[in-house]
């Protein structure tokens, strides 16, 4: 055999965060096979599963649930581990589609500050979460993860009230699922999205939602509602709780 017979294949270089925000900003998104591939497609599906902010499922389980503070919630306290526990197989999933690059770039996102995560905790152990990518006012939700009865709800109902606090117009779904759908979801055509889309990042420059076109993930902590103008007199703001995300998501803007 010849020394080029012998030679390893050439490593699959790394996804460019540029490339990734650039790709989102046109419709398209990355996927695996599996995780334990090293290879990556790209994906711009025909119909498009977005959640309309001002359009979730608030059901009287999940409310009594919120209200009574069943778990605590936090944004981007442990992006690494939700993103890592979103690319765990379990009995319902036995393989993802987060494989090593994917991870890689989009922890490299969230140091960039694209990238959030929502945690729900149940005590001390993490239960649950999501995570996804901000750019505009457009939020690409990736991948969710419940290991606790609701967990995965909760987390959605604090991120939809969290985007609309913070001025988001868009929550990208990618594909509608039973789950999805019952918290809200819908299915609309690539050209729809692609409008809503260009509409969400139009003017994607410069810090702050009112100004320059950009969402403000972090309004929400600090008791502002850019989503309004000022706070709704109906509610309450201050460090956020079950009870204030339940007025968010019934509040009319």
Same mark, same amino acid.
């Given at each position: 055999m010849t020394d080029?017979?012998?030679?390893?294949?050439?490593?699959?270089?790394?996804?460019?965060?540029?490339?990734?925000?650039?790709?989102?900003?046109?419709?398209?998104?990355?996927m695996a096979d599996g995780r334990d591939t090293d290879e990556v497609y790209w994906v711009e599906p025909t119909e498009?599963?977005?959640?309309?902010?001002?359009?979730?499922?608030?059901?009287?389980?999940?409310?009594?649930?919120?209200?009574?503070?069943?778990?605590r919630v936090t944004a981007d306290h442990a992006f690494t581990r939700i993103l890592a526990l979103c690319a765990q197989s379990d009995a319902s999933r036995p393989d993802t589609w987060i494989n090593p690059p994917i991870e890689r770039v989009?922890?490299?996102?969230?140091?960039?500050?694209?990238?959030h995560s929502i945690e729900v905790w149940d005590g001390d152990a993490l239960v649950g979460g999501l995570y996804g990518i901000a750019l505009g006012?457009?939020?690409?939700g990736e991948s969710m993860v419940s290991r606790a009865r609701d967990a995965s709800k909760v987390a959605m109902a604090w991120l939809v009230a969290r985007l609309r606090v913070?001025?988001?117009?868009?929550?990208?779904?990618? *594909?509608?699922? =039973?789950?999805l759908a #019952? !918290?809200?979801?819908?299915?609309?055509?690539?050209?729809?999205?692609?409008?809503?889309?260009?509409?969400?990042i139009s003017g994607a420059v410069g810090s702050g939602a009112?100004?320059?076109?950009?969402?403000?993930? *972090?309004?929400? =902590?600090?008791?502002? #509602? !850019?989503?309004?103008?000022?706070p709704p007199p109906a509610i309450e703001f201050g460090p956020p709780t079950g009870k204030v995300i339940a007025q968010l998501l019934t509040q009319t803007s």
């Open positions: 080029a017979e012998h030679a390893a294949p050439d490593p699959i270089p790394p996804i460019d965060p540029n490339l990734m925000l650039g790709a989102y900003s046109v419709g398209v998104f990355p498009r599963a977005i959640l309309p902010l001002d359009g979730f499922h608030l059901s009287r389980s999940l409310r009594k649930k919120l209200v009574a503070d069943r778990f989009t922890n490299q996102l969230h140091q960039l500050g694209f990238a006012r457009a939020f690409f913070g001025g988001y117009t868009l929550l990208d779904c990618q *594909f509608l699922t =039973d789950h #019952s !918290l809200g979801a819908i299915e609309i055509s690539r050209a729809d999205y692609l409008s809503a889309l260009s509409s969400s009112s100004s320059s076109g950009v969402g403000d993930f *972090f309004a929400l =902590d600090r008791g502002a #509602s !850019l989503a309004w103008g000022s």
